[in-house]
């Protein structure tokens, strides 16, 4: 099965490319979209099959073997996140398509969108499957050049300031990590990572917590990690809604998985868990506290996005199989739930006018299904029983306390009061956007327009998106939105077997025996 393997690279970039030329033919494009994102599905929940039953699966690109060629490894952390990341951007894409039919593709020039948008998806799944530090650096420059591109559609003003912030901010961590890549050839003579296993145990201490240090910062900013997430809420939510949302749900998520995958697999020891343990608890709260501050959904969500990450590295830093299963657990569960949350948002946009808490009201009686599309991820995200959420924060409280540290109490005691203050945060939009009377500029039921149908009888027609005045919401953006909800919802049904799939892959993570033998059967040259 190791042919399945660079599938979820190669086919976005083969659709990427027919869908360029096919540029000015929406409808042709969007049937390509469709098609290569539901077989980058398929594939990747086969690999996460395979991998489960038969460990590591390992593709030599070119038929270069290892250290010399590019190799593309497969294990239960990869495949896990290829599932979900597949997923998220198929159900977006949809929600996408929705959008740019209800607006009639006016503002957003779609012979661009879709090649970009697979290139997007095909960065992030080399990201996942790297077996190389450099072939990683090109997974995060294919995902950003995408990027940059769809942050800055319509290409309105704000739309431009924003995304040459983030250029800017990307471009710095690239070039850190770049030096990073350069400084651990020249110190182990190879990128390869199942190879960087052994050569770099044997350098000095310090050499090896100075590499160790450069690969932290570069992913901690593309983590969006506190210090280092100031650009993000001033970058997201100026991007339309789907955009913002596949980047709230995976582009950071990469960071924190190439986190993962470098401090179990490079550097084990726990030489940096005390400062991956206070960014995690500082991330938290500062995160949350802005959210707080917010009275604007896109910039609360984008808040509690930072917020959340710290839980993630607070499973990394308490350096136990537990931890690390239980982060692993909550990334899958995050990535969910936030790209929900803001796809939520922008429903809640479509059908309010605005994201603007002092301009929403009675969303909960104009549009009850609405209110429940909120509501379900906002409790998930809160971390309220008996949703995922509440099940990876348990697990990472229950990691904390077996720790028994002082510091992983602190942290314990962060991640609570962070809970508390996003439920506070997220009943705050509840209660003013969809709880209390409806604003006086808001448009109600009664604004819907009506058109005759070649049948001659008067049905709702779903208004575009023409300054969001009296629009209905699309079916194509709420059925995504639904499936999204009921698989945040799924993974509360099947909390048991993904928490042991989460527990394999830290142990398999942990031990680094069965990734550096699927590489390298023989043993490392």
Not at 286 to 305: E, H, M, N, P, Y
Request: hydrophobic residues 55%.
């Amino acid at each position: 099965m190791n042919w399945l393997v660079p599938l979820p690279v190669v086919m976005p970039l083969l659709g990427a490319g027919l869908a360029l030329m096919l540029a000015g033919r929406p409808r042709a494009q969007r049937l390509v979209s469709l098609t290569v994102l539901t077989a980058t599905v398929a594939v990747a929940a086969t690999l996460l099959l395979r991998t489960t039953v038969d460990g590591p699966l390992v593709l030599a690109v070119g038929g270069w073997a290892a250290p010399l060629g590019i190799v593309l490894v497969a294990d239960q952390l990869a495949a896990l996140m290829l599932v979900v990341s597949a997923t998220v951007t198929l159900c977006v894409l949809v929600y996408s398509i929705g959008q740019g039919m209800a607006d009639g593709d006016e503002e957003t020039p779609m012979s661009v969108y879709h090649p970009t948008y697979l290139v997007l998806t095909a960065g992030v799944c080399n990201a996942f499957l790297s077996g190389d530090l450099f072939n990683l650096y090109v997974g995060f420059e294919i995902l950003l050049v995408a990027s940059y591109v769809l942050l800055t559609l319509g290409s309105t003003e704000t739309r431009i300031r924003a995304g040459t912030t983030y250029v800017v901010v990307s471009l710095l961590s690239s070039l850190i990590f770049l030096v990073a890549i350069g400084l651990v050839y020249a110190s182990t003579g190879t990128l390869n990572l199942a190879q960087l296993v052994d050569r770099l145990d044997a350098l000095p201490d310090n050499l090896r917590l100075l590499l160790q240090g450069m690969l932290l910062l570069a992913f901690g900013i593309k983590a969006a990690v506190f210090p280092l997430s100031a650009w993000l809420p001033d970058s997201y939510p100026t991007a339309p809604a789907p955009v913002t949302a596949v980047f709230a749900g995976l582009l950071t998520k990469v960071g924190v998985y190439a986190i993962i995958r470098t401090e179990t697999l490079l550097f084990p020891g726990g030489r940096t868990a005390t400062l991956l343990l206070v960014v995690a608890g500082l991330t938290m709260i500062v995160g949350i506290l802005g959210a707080v501050a917010q009275s604007d959904i896109k910039r609360l969500l984008s808040f509690t996005l930072i917020s959340h990450i710290g839980y993630m590295l607070f499973g990394v830093g308490l350096t136990t199989q537990l931890g690390l299963s239980a982060a692993i657990f909550y990334v899958v569960h995050h990535i969910t739930i936030q790209t929900t949350l803001f796809l939520a948002a922008g429903l809640v946009e479509r059908r309010g006018g605005s994201t603007a808490l002092d301009r929403l009201g009675g969303l909960a009686r104009l549009s009850p299904l609405l209110g429940i599309l909120f509501f379900i991820p906002a409790l998930n995200l809160a971390g309220i029983p008996p949703f995922s959420g509440f099940l990876g924060k348990l697990g990472l409280v229950q990691a904390g306390v077996d720790n028994g540290g002082p510091l992983a109490w602190t942290l314990v005691a962060a991640g609570l009061v962070t809970s508390l203050l996003t439920l506070y945060a997220t009943a705050r939009v509840w209660n003013l956007a969809f709880w209390r009377a409806p604003h006086a500029d808001m448009p109600g039921p009664q604004d819907t327009v009506h058109t005759t149908r070649a049948a001659g009888a008067m049905e709702p027609y779903e208004v575009p998106d023409k300054g969001f005045s009296g629009a209905m919401m699309p079916r194509l953006m709420v059925a995504p939105t639904i499936a999204l909800v009921v698989f945040g919802l799924a993974l509360t049904v099947v909390a048991g077997p993904l928490f042991d799939i989460s527990t394999d892959a830290a142990e398999d993570l942990m031990r680094r025996a069965p990734y550096v033998e699927a590489v390298y059967p023989g043993g490392t040259p």
